[in-house]
């Protein structure tokens, strides 16, 4: 009995350290699926690694999209050659690498990181109280390879030091001439009134004149991510973006509104006012019931169309729309919408992570009905793509150029 319960026992410790790493990698896994899958293996049993790997993937795995990372870190973890005759006898001991083994390196640095917290080549961190504080600045090297790094393979802290750089990024925005006027310093329009009060203090001389020139201000802008499976990481961080982007215009100056789809529309613009982005951006994924589910890119934009068009768009503003355009279904629906959309706004910027492949073509329906209704189609994967769109940002409006 005592054989047994110290055999169960191992397995579950492994099964639990497991967890841990599908969790420390991104992963939503909860102690209940640990439970239920400890359950289902007594039930299963251990006869060969395909059932092993299958009765694991049924109770960690809740999401398809998560697949590829699963059966990764599944067959990094449980590589042990004897793993057959070990799973069998139910007698599997602590995974660990051998003094001078070399770790494979993932294809997810997340996953690199959650398996090799410490490299066998590199000793750990000393403790705490024995560490010297360093300049932690990233050198002008770390900052390129960072800036060109996917969002959805960086690390934990390289996703930290992406949101810090993300802060530090001068934003811009288009100016736009409104009807009021403000005093100006170059010649333009004469202040009459301005000038003859100068000359009343100067005893009726005519000095300087006064000018005036229209009040700028920057386009407002309209945010439209898709918050699905393969879109929720790169969301996220264009939420980042889209609350420094509400930070840096300011109440006065300007006005940006945010919304996030995926099976249905929801305006998260009040939850992104907070000052401080990790909170904001939190209490959006909080709120969002279809946070990573599905999309319905169709239905969204049919009740944005409907519901808050007429509220939030106007002639001069520029929608940000975020999505890979992978849209199942009725094409022609979806091309309405879009033309619909295009003709509500001043510009379309459609921004599809699908493009930091240098082999993207738009073959599918979806974005081949998306196509001719945006103005500008940009990548939005990396820091570099989304510095390339603050250039487009600030700069005024041209001629509108349909992509090909």
């Known amino acids: 009995m005592l054989a047994a319960r110290a ?7 492994n099964v639990m350290h497991f967890a841990r790493v599908l969790r420390s990698a991104g992963m939503p896994v909860g102690g209940d699926r640990v439970h239920t899958a400890l359950a289902a293996l007594q039930v299963a049993g251990l006869e060969s690694k395909r059932d092993f790997h299958a009765v694991l993937s049924a109770c960690l795995l809740d999401r398809i999209e998560h697949r590829e990372l699963f059966d990764q870190a599944f067959a990094l973890f449980w590589r042990d050659p004897d793993l057959m005759g070990r799973m069998r006898a139910m007698l599997l001991p602590k995974v660990h690498l051998k003094d001078g083994a070399l770790a494979p390196t993932p294809e997810n640095r997340r996953l690199g990181e959650a398996l090799f ?5 590199r000793p750990p961190a000393a403790p ?8 932690a600045e990233l050198t002008w090297n ?12 960086m690390t934990a802290d390289e996703w930290r030091a992406a949101q810090r750089l993300l802060a530090q ?7 736009l001439a409104t009807r009021r006027s403000a005093r100006a310093a170059r010649p333009g329009r004469a202040d009459w009134r301005a000038t003859m009060a100068a000359m009343a203090r100067q005893g009726g001389e005519l000095g300087d004149m006064r000018w005036r020139a229209p009040r700028q ?8 991510a898709d918050i699905s499976g393969s879109m929720s990481r790169y969301s996220r961080m264009l939420l980042h973006f889209a609350h420094a982007l509400g930070q840096a215009s300011g109440q006065k100056t300007g006005h940006v509104e945010s919304f996030v789809f995926g099976t249905r529309l929801t305006r998260t613009t009040r939850l992104l006012k907070g000052r401080d982005p990790d909170l904001a951006v939190g209490q959006v ?36 729309l975020i999505t890979d355009g992978l849209e199942h279904g009725d094409t022609a629906a979806l091309s309405f919408e879009m033309e619909r959309l295009h003709k509500s706004c001043r510009r379309l910027l459609w921004l599809n992570p699908l493009l930091r492949f240098d082999q993207f073509e738009p073959r599918a329906g979806g974005i081949k009905a998306m196509l001719p209704h945006v103005d500008r189609f940009m990548p939005a994967h990396n820091l570099q793509s989304l510095a390339d769109l603050v250039q487009v940002l600030g700069r005024r409006a041209g001629p509108v150029r349909k992509p090909h």
Do not use: K, M
């Open 285 to 320: 994924v909080r709120a969002v019931a279809d946070w990573s589910g599905g999309t319905r890119i169709t239905t969204s934009l049919h009740e944005f169309n409907q519901r808050w068009a007429r509220r939030v768009l106007g002639t001069q503003a520029t929608v940000l």
């Open 217 to 224: 201000q920057p386009a407002p802008l309209v945010v439209l």
């Open 117 to 121: 917290p410490h490299p066998p080549n």
């Open 7 to 13: 055999s169960a026992g191992y397995l579950a410790e």
């Open 142 to 153: 770390d900052r390129e390879v960072l800036r060109q790094a996917d969002f959805d393979t």
């Open 128 to 135: 705490e109280q024995d560490q010297i504080e360093i300049n």
């Open 169 to 175: 990024l001068r934003l811009l925005f288009e100016p």
